[in-house]
C-alpha cells in the first residue's frame, strides 16, 4: 500500500479546531468594544500560528486555520455575497448528544435580492495559513446548498429569481468566483462542507424538507450539480473534497441514516476527488453504499469521532477499516476525524490535549495500515 503525497491524505481531519481561551477572551473584548479589529485580528493570527504548528508537530500533511476567524463554520462565509440576510431559520434543529436532546432554530439565511460577489471571502484566510504552514494548506468553505435547505423557495426573493433556475444558477457562479479567487492565491486543497446531502438520508429531515415544498428525491442532484458548477473551471492540480455531515454542535448532532439514498449521486455525479465520510457511530449506517464509488475517488474514513475525548483503540479503527476494504479497495481508503472539533465557536466537549490526541491516533494508525 502507498502513501499519497497528494490531497486527500492518508491521515488527515475536517478542518475547525477548538478556540484557544486567549481568542475567545478576544473576541468577547472586541465585542464590548474594548479592543480594536486589528488587534483583534493579531490574536487570531497568533493563534492559528499555533494551531498550524499543532497540526504539523502530529504529523499531519496538511493544515487549516481551524476556522478560527469565524463564529460559525458556514454563516460567516455566506453573509458575505451580496443580498444575503441573516434571518431565524423555519426548520428547527434537534441536536442530540449523550446529555440529552436541545431543540432550537438556527440562524439561515434569505435571499433579498440578485445574488452578488462583492469582494474576495475566505481569501485572505487562505493566504495567511499559506504564510506561515509548512505543509499543504487546506481551505474549507460551506457548500452551496446552505443559501437554500433551511429556508427553501420561501427564502428566495420572488421578484430578483421568479424560477428559481436562476437562482440556481446565480448561485453557482457567485461560488464560482470565490473558488477561482482561491486557485489565484494559491489553494490547491480545498473542502466543501456538504451537510444537508447527508441530512437527507435521515427520514425525519426528509419529511420537513417536503413541508416546505421540496422534493428530497430531487434535491442531491441539484446540490451537486451546484457544487460541480462551482469547481469548474479549477486549475487541474487543484483537489476539491467534501465533507458529508450531520451536525456538529457542542457534541450534539441532528441527523441519523446510512448513505443508500444519496450514494450514486454523491459518488458518481460530484466532480470531487475524495469524500470525508462520518462513520464514527451507527448513526451513519453501514458500509455497504461504498460499493457505488469509482475507481480514482477517495473514501476518508471518519472513524475518530470528534465529540468526546475518550480515545478510540487502534485495533477497533483497524476492523473498521478492513470492513469498509470489502466495499472499495484499501488503496482507496484514508482515515480522519469524523468532523470538526468546533463547528462553531463554542466547540465540542473535549479538551485540547484530547483533540492533539485524537489527531495523533489518526496518523498513527494510518503510518500503520498504510505505511
Given at each position: ?75 460567516d462565509f455566506l453573509e458575505r455575497f451580496g443580498n444575503v440576510a441573516v434571518i431565524p431559520s423555519k426548520i428547527k434543529a434537534r441536536f442530540q448528544s449523550e446529555q440529552g436532546e436541545v431543540e432550537y432554530l438556527p440562524p439561515t439565511l434569505e435571499v433579498v435580492g ?258
Amino acid at each position: 500500500m502507498s502513501v499519497r503525497n497528494t490531497p486527500p491524505f492518508r491521515a488527515d481531519h475536517v478542518g475547525s479546531l477548538l478556540r484557544p481561551p486567549k481568542l475567545l477572551d478576544a473576541r468577547a473584548a472586541r465585542k464590548r468594544g474594548e479592543i480594536t479589529a486589528e488587534q483583534l485580528r493579531a490574536a487570531e493570527d497568533e493563534a492559528i500560528r499555533e494551531a498550524v504548528k499543532l497540526q504539523e508537530d502530529v504529523g499531519l500533511q496538511s493544515a487549516t486555520d481551524g476556522e478560527f476567524r469565524r463564529n460559525s463554520w458556514h454563516i460567516d462565509f455566506l453573509e458575505r455575497f451580496g443580498n444575503v440576510a441573516v434571518i431565524p431559520s423555519k426548520i428547527k434543529a434537534r441536536f442530540q448528544s449523550e446529555q440529552g436532546e436541545v431543540e432550537y432554530l438556527p440562524p439561515t439565511l434569505e435571499v433579498v435580492g440578485k445574488l452578488s460577489w462583492p469582494h474576495p471571502i475566505f481569501v485572505d484566510h487562505f493566504k495567511f495559513v499559506q504564510s506561515v504552514a509548512h505543509v499543504t494548506p487546506k481551505m474549507t468553505i460551506p457548500s452551496p446548498s446552505c443559501m437554500h435547505f433551511r429556508g427553501g423557495r420561501a427564502a428566495i426573493d420572488k421578484a430578483a429569481y421568479p424560477d428559481m433556475a436562476e437562482f440556481y444558477a446565480d448561485l453557482t457562479r457567485v461560488y464560482n468566483e470565490e473558488v477561482r479567487g482561491l486557485a489565484a492565491a494559491g489553494c490547491r486543497y480545498l473542502q466543501i462542507d456538504e451537510v444537508y446531502i447527508a441530512y437527507l438520508c435521515d427520514p425525519a429531515l426528509r419529511a420537513q424538507v417536503e413541508a416546505l415544498g421540496e422534493n428530497p428525491k430531487t434535491l442531491p442532484r441539484t446540490y451537486v450539480d451546484m457544487i460541480n458548477g462551482a469547481v469548474a473551471g479549477r486549475p487541474a492540480d487543484m483537489t476539491i473534497c467534501m465533507h458529508l455531515c450531520r451536525g456538529n454542535n457542542q457534541s450534539g448532532w441532528v441527523a441519523s441514516g446510512g448513505y443508500e439514498p444519496v450514494a450514486e449521486v454523491l459518488f458518481n455525479e460530484a466532480d470531487v476527488t475524495g469524500y470525508f465520510l462520518e462513520y464514527d457511530s451507527e448513526r451513519a449506517g453501514g458500509f455497504e453504499p461504498l460499493r457505488f464509488v469509482p475507481k480514482g475517488k477517495v473514501i476518508v474514513l471518519g472513524l475518530v469521532t470528534s465529540k468526546k475525548g475518550a480515545l478510540e483503540s487502534k485495533d477497533q479503527i483497524k476492523r473498521r477499516i478492513d470492513e469498509a476494504a470489502k466495499y472499495v479497495a484499501l488503496d482507496q481508503l484514508a482515515l480522519s476525524t469524523q468532523c470538526g472539533f468546533s463547528s462553531t465557536v463554542e466547540g465540542n466537549k473535549l479538551t485540547v490535549e484530547q483533540q492533539a490526541a485524537k489527531l495523533r491516533l489518526v496518523v498513527d494508525v494510518a503510518r500503520e495500515v498504510w505505511g
